[in-house]
């Protein structure tokens, strides 16, 4: 198992952009898919973007395609999620999170997850 804290979010104006990064514990990093998710209240933990153990394969949601970019580093145990063209509808929560199964899109698809971090877009 990895344990997975997220660091990044905060508040950012429309149109703005943000890095969130997730730094795992443990060294079998490099055999997991990660994968971000976001939830805001009173909805749906709802999957953003997953990408493979071998940092080049990536998938997204239609909702963030061409705004959310994946990405992991494998040496520094890190998967990134780079936010752009921000917009007050993306505030939420979001969770980092690993699994075993590649694709995979489903929260019960991931064995562990993150606490969270909170990102908040002003209009």
């Known amino acids: 198992q990895v344990q997975l804290v997220e660091s990044g979010g905060g508040l950012v104006q429309a149109g703005g952009s943000l890095r969130l990064s997730c730094a795992a514990s443990?060294?079998?990093?490099?055999?997991?898919?990660m994968g971000w998710f976001r939830q805001a209240p009173g909805k749906e933990r709802e999957f953003m973007a997953a990408?493979?153990?071998?940092?080049?394969?990536?998938y997204s949601a239609d909702s963030v395609k061409g705004r959310f970019t994946i990405s992991r580093d494998n040496a520094k145990n890190t998967v990134y999620l780079h936010m752009n063209s921000l917009k007050p509808e993306d505030a939420a929560v979001y969770y980092c999170?690993?699994?075993?199964?590649?694709?995979?899109?489903?929260?019960?698809?991931?064995?562990?997850w993150g606490q969270g971090t909170q990102v908040t877009v002003s209009s």
């Open positions: 999170a690993a699994t075993t199964t590649y694709p995979a899109s489903t929260p019960r698809d991931y064995v562990n």
């Open positions: 443990g060294r079998t990093f490099s055999s997991y898919a």
């Open positions: 990408i493979h153990w071998n940092g080049r394969d990536t």
